[in-house]
C-alpha cells in the first residue's frame, strides 16, 4: 500500500517515512499549544533516559526553537543505563543541547544495583524525582517523555492499587518542584518507537531489567490485549478520564 504521495506506507496510518513524521511532530506541536505547556523564552528542563521517548522529545524541541537542556539521572543499572547513556551524549552533541548528568552513586551514595531493594522500581522513582527537583531549581519547566501508553497505564495504576501517579497533561508547580508538561502525551508508544527509528535517535531498543517484574508491566499487558480486542482502547480511555477531571 501506498501513502497519498505515492510512496511505501509505513504504519497503519497509511503514511509513508515523510508524512508519518509530519504527523507526529504537528500532534506534538499541538499539545504544547493547546495545553499551554512552554512559554516563550523559559528554560525547558528535558528528563531524557537516551530512550526512544526521551529522545524523540528532545529532537523535536529543539527544531521547534525551545531553550532545552537534558538531564539524565544515571541510577547504575549494569548492562543498561550505559547504553542508553551513549545515545544520549552522542544524540546532544551532534543537536548543540546541553546535558546534565546526576548520578545515584555520587548523590545517595550507591548504585541502585549497590541497593538491592525488594521494590527497585519504587526506590528508583523517589530519588530520580528528589535529584530532578533539585537541578530544575534553574529552570522554568520540566518537560519528561511521557506517551500515551504511559499515561493509560497511570490512570489504571492508580485505580487497581490507590497509586498517586498524576495522568495529566500539565501538573501545576509548586514551592518545591517546578511545572512538568507531557508533550508526547497523546502519542502512542509504538508511533514513538517508529519515529525514533526513522531519524535514527537510538542504536537498539534496551529495557531496564527491573521492568518485567514491577506492577506497571502487567498493567501494560493487560492493555495491550485490549487494545487487540478493541483498537483505539487505550487512546479512549486517557481521553475520557480527561473528560472527566
Known sequence: MSCSCGQPEISERRLCEQHFSDWLENKVKETIDEYNMIKPGERVLVAASGGKDSL??????????????ALCIDEGIAGYREKTLADLQAFCAAHEIPLIIRTFKEEKGRTLDEMNSKHPCTECGIYRREMMAAVAKDFDVIATGHNMDDEAQAILMNVFKHHKLKPKPVLA???????????LYFIPEADVRRYAFIHNLISEFTECRNASSSHRRAIQKFLENRELEKPGAKEMLVRNYLAQL
Open 173 to 183: 508547580g509548586n514551592d518545591a518542584y517546578k511545572r512538568k508538561v507531557k508533550p
Open 56 to 69: 524523540t522529545l528532545l529532537k523535536i524541541l529543539k527544531q521547534c526553537g525551545y531553550n532545552v537542556t
